[in-house]
């Protein structure tokens, strides 16, 4: 288990020529929370998301993970400083098998020189052997033996975002990026995907920011719960905050009233 | 004569428009292959090739026949069409595989195609004949006279591209051809009847490439089965590449621009021995400034997201962990490593040179599985690197042989890098195109020439490489034992494919591969990850570049001598990208069974070099149609196959055989 790390946005915006996706976003997310971030379609979650972790240059805005500002670094950097992200389109490594797949994280994180790995050396043999051992037990954990050697286009898509967040548990993170973990998987595994997501917060320690449209799902997970609008911070606050919230309500709830009786029910059995 | 100078470079009217009539064919030429690009995804390397089956069939009409100019070129119009059309439909069940493996396919074409211009039904039986010109009208320009045939290209070529544009824009066909070219699925579901539409797409390329073929043949003494060869195809490609394979307008323009260009440099070079020289190194630069410029826009393409399927469908199934399966595996590269070194001694001393190249081309094979299969970087430019480790070799002759052969890899590794950069913002397509020019570059400007003065400075500019036909290349000596013998270099060659081999293992199983693969085919969640992609990217290059350089040291010791005019040319390049793909794109015996296969049974067989090349491309095109998984899979299921019946002879112990 590693420190959880704090993670403080400062007026960040993108801007896609005249359409402002994101525009002046500030957040503060302290160290091993869970945030739920929800909004309508277009609301400029994933951009957001994309800013946070790189994949974007923000127009305008700083990144601070702890007291580190990430202007300029690389996904891959930001990568190594403990902020591991998922994808919505969860495609991983279509030509990769699941052990492998996991192994490449393990590799980003346990590099072994080129020469060492080519001339057989025994400190490279060792890790090989190491990271094998890491992933095995990972495997074993996610109950995923069956679909070791299986490549990850052949899986469902259910199986492929499970694989997904076994490679993230391996990548040891600190600053946890989810981006719609349940899109394009039935309900009753998505139910199922809650467990699993506390598990993962449990065992990592990591902060979760949690992009989803699963509202249920969200608020019985999050500890605080982020309402997006048009780029903007709709609302903010702990979920029964939100819950209460009408500009929450008008912008997204609203839409749907069985979910938010759904919403009430699930977080109060919680 | 209009003669005026601009910057040093003296130009005249006469000039520029023979420039530009030249222009025009490359311009023809880039419009179908635009025209391909954008309504299949395909880059049709046989496009050129169909004309000039047309233009063969065009002369039999003609002149053995005797039938009129109009009707004759109506027949071969129509038959271009049905050309077209019938190639769309042998290649399309390869539409939804990787695009590398139809561009292979399109060379393989290619060769089929030439094969049938040399058939006695369509060749007329004198082909030495002037090419029919209907017209005999001439242009003076001050001294110069632009020849009939030269009036007609600059007639019809305009007429032609025009019709092509008023096609697309206003016919109905035309429309559904643009909305194929933006998004082929939404086109389906709007009611486009895809494939009819991809068919006639590809007629229409033939219809082009048969005109092309028809206004380029008169004048030319060359055998016209060359008539379009792989310089003509870069600089249409180069004109294609200016347009990023979208705009017609601007290839067409492109075309132009560059035949003017290289006109203009020939002009002011005429006294120069090296021009072709020049001309193929500004060629390989227009190539890189026009990425250069574009690298923005390539990337904001849409059609840039299909990057990755590009090479996807990468590495052929891999063997499940079962020891009888192992044992099998063991036993059958134990089998073929007795035969190769066994082979150099039970056939005649110049037939085992022959075999020291098969083990050559294994070891490049290998270098394109690492760029080509595991990274998906398509090259068409490999022997550019192979040439860079001959010239290390060439250079060092007085090196400890194995040092010798790391340095030059090492030397091929970092060239390899560099012509790697541009694949940091760009691939598929784009940097096919550039490795071409890069292999063009190496044979045509740097090979030949051991000293060039760089045009418009006087700076000197010496690869210091001994004079290509004079030289003579000593075999190395291997621990104080002499390799002159061939049927000692042919175990030497062995030797080093092992090494090689192992090499190469090692980095399938160990991480490497693994790590490559994962850049090819998600590169942003590799990324998210913590994977390194530029490193991981260029790696790719260095390392295939490294055992193309180690190749190269081979086969100049293989050699003993340069001929760059036939070796280390793109024919060589695109035969090992074609072994890659044969072999099962990623598969590492399978590379190696495919080298056997294409370079290996022609030579040991015997056969004339032509009947090696058809032969291959007959062969290349039926395994990519038939055997999608390449001879790796094969190689494979043959093991599986094994492995199963040894078990049951295994269950049943009463089996005939101990």
Redesign the interface.
């Known amino acids: 288990m590693t420190t959880a790390a704090k993670l403080t946005l400062d007026d960040v915006a993108v801007w896609f020529g005249g359409v402002h996706a994101v525009d002046g976003v500030s957040l503060v997310i302290e160290p091993g929370e869970i945030v739920g971030l929800i909004g309508p379609n277009g609301s400029g979650k994933t951009t957001l998301l994309d800013a946070i972790?790189g994949?974007r240059r923000p127009t305008r805005g700083t990144v601070t993970l702890d007291d580190e500002a990430m202007t300029g670094l690389?996904?891959?950097a930001r990568?190594?400083r403990g902020m591991?992200?998922?994808?919505q389109d969860c495609?991983?490594?279509?030509?990769?098998t699941v052990e492998?797949?996991l192994?490449?994280?393990e590799?980003?994180?346990r590099r072994?020189g080129?020469l060492s790995?080519?001339l057989?050396a025994p400190w490279?043999r060792r890790s090989?052997r190491a990271?094998r051992a890491a992933v095995g037990e990972v495997i074993e954990a996610f109950g995923l033996e069956r679909f070791r050697?299986h490549r990850t286009q052949e899986l469902s898509t259910g199986t492929r975002r499970v694989v997904d967040l076994a490679?993230i548990v391996l990548?040891e993170p600190r600053l946890l990026l989810l981006d719609e973990p349940t899109a394009g998987i039935a309900q009753r595994e998505a139910e199922a995907f809650a467990p699993l997501l506390r598990n993962i917060h449990e065992v990592t320690g990591a902060t979760i920011v949690l992009v989803e449209h699963d509202v249920p799902l969200v608020f019985s997970l999050a500890s605080q719960v982020i309402v997006m609008e048009t780029g903007r911070v709709a609302s903010a606050g702990t979920p029964d905050v939100v819950r209460a919230d009408p500009a929450a309500v008008a912008a997204y709830l609203g839409a749907s009233p069985e979910a938010l009786a759904r919403s009430g029910r699930l977080s109060s059995a919680d | 004569m209009h003669t005026f100078a601009v910057a040093g470079i003296e130009l005249d009217t006469f000039t520029v428009v023979q420039g530009a009539i030249q222009g025009l064919l490359y311009g023809l030429l880039a419009l179908g292959l635009v025209l391909l690009y954008r309504t299949t995804r395909v880059v049709n390397f046989a496009h050129g090739q169909l004309g000039v089956v047309i233009a063969v069939f065009m002369l039999k009409l003609t002149d053995e026949l005797e039938i009129p100019y109009l009707p004759s070129l109506l027949v071969c119009l129509a038959f271009a069409a049905g050309l077209g059309a019938l190639s769309e439909m042998t290649l399309r069940r390869l539409f939804k595989r990787p695009r590398v493996l139809v561009m292979v396919a399109t060379i393989g074409l290619a060769e089929v195609l030439y094969l049938l211009s040399l058939l006695r039904i369509f060749s007329p039986k004198q082909t030495n004949v002037p090419f029919p010109v209907p017209i005999d009208w001439e242009i003076h320009i001050g001294d110069g006279i632009i020849p009939p045939e030269s009036v007609l290209t600059l007639i019809v070529a305009p007429l032609v591209a025009i019709g092509l544009a008023a096609f697309l824009r206003f016919s109905p066909w035309g429309l559904a051809m643009r909305g194929m070219a933006e998004n082929t699925d939404s086109a389906r579901l709007s009611g486009v009847w895809v494939k009819r539409m991809s068919t006639l797409a590809w007629a229409i390329a033939g219809l082009l490439s048969a005109i092309t073929a028809i206004l380029y043949s008169p004048g030319r003494t060359s055998t016209l089965s060359e008539a379009l060869p792989p310089g003509v195809l870069l600089r249409a490609l180069a004109a294609a590449l200016i347009a990023s394979m979208t705009s017609y307008t601007i290839a067409f323009a492109a075309g132009i621009a560059i035949g003017i260009i290289e006109q203009i440099a020939t002009f002011n070079l005429v006294t120069d021995l090296h021009s072709t020289a020049y001309i193929t190194l500004c060629l390989f630069l227009l190539i890189l400034l026009a990425l250069a410029v574009q690298v923005g826009r390539l990337r904001r393409d849409p059609r840039t997201e299909e990057r990755s399927s590009w090479v996807l469908g990468g590495e052929s199934g891999r063997a499940r962990a079962d020891a009888t399966r192992r044992w099998v595996g063991r036993g059958g590269v134990t089998i073929a490593l007795l035969l190769g070194a066994g082979l150099p001694f039970m056939v005649s001393e110049g037939r085992s040179l022959t075999l020291s190249f098969v083990f050559i081309y294994a070891v490049i094979a290998l270098s394109m599985v690492v760029l080509t299969g595991w990274a998906g970087q398509v090259s068409l430019g490999q022997f550019g690197l192979v040439a860079v480790g001959a010239i290390v070799a060439a250079r060092l002759p007085d090196m400890s042989t194995i040092l010798l052969l790391v340095v030059a890899g090492l030397i091929s590794s970092v060239v390899a890098v560099v012509v790697g950069l541009p694949a940091l913002r760009i691939r598929g397509v784009y940097l096919a195109v550039t490795t071409l020019g890069f292999a063009l570059f190496m044979q045509v400007t740097v090979l030949p020439n051991p000293c060039w003065t760089l045009p418009f400075t006087d700076t000197d500019v010496c690869t210091g490489l001994p004079d290509q036909f004079s030289t003579y290349l000593d075999r190395p000596d291997l621990f104080g034992m002499s390799l002159t013998n061939t049927r000692d270099f042919a175990l030497f060659a062995l030797g080093v494919l092992i090494v090689v081999l192992l090499i190469v293992r090692t980095w399938r199983d160990r991480g490497i591969a693994r790590r490559l693969i994962a850049v090819r085919d998600n590169e942003t969640a590799a990324a998210a990850m913590g994977t390194p992609v530029v490193r991981t990217k260029l790696l790719a290059f260095a390392l295939s570049g490294f055992l193309a350089g180690v190749a190269g040291a081979c086969f100049a010791f293989a050699q003993q001598r340069f001929s760059a005019g036939e070796n280390f040319g793109p024919k060589e390049s695109i035969l090992v990208l074609s072994m890659a793909v044969v072999g099962g794109l990623g598969s590492v015996p399978g590379a190696v069974l495919a080298a056997v296969y294409l370079v290996g049974l022609p030579f040991l067989l015997g056969s004339t070099g032509t009947v090696q090349f058809i032969t291959s491309g007959f062969g290349v095109l039926a395994f990519l149609l038939y055997l999608p998984g390449g001879l790796g899979a094969v190689a494979c299921h043959t093991g599986d196959l094994v492995a199963k019946l040894i078990q049951r002879t295994r269950a049943e112990p009463t089996g005939a055989d101990a």
Do not use: G, I, N
């Not at chain 1, 591991?84 to 994808?87: A, D, E, K, Q």
């Open positions: 972790s994949q690389l996904p891959e990568a190594k591991v992200r998922s994808f495609r991983l490594y279509p030509e990769l492998e797949t192994l490449v994280s590799d980003a994180r072994v080129l790995t080519t057989h490279a090989e990271k050697h490679a990548a």
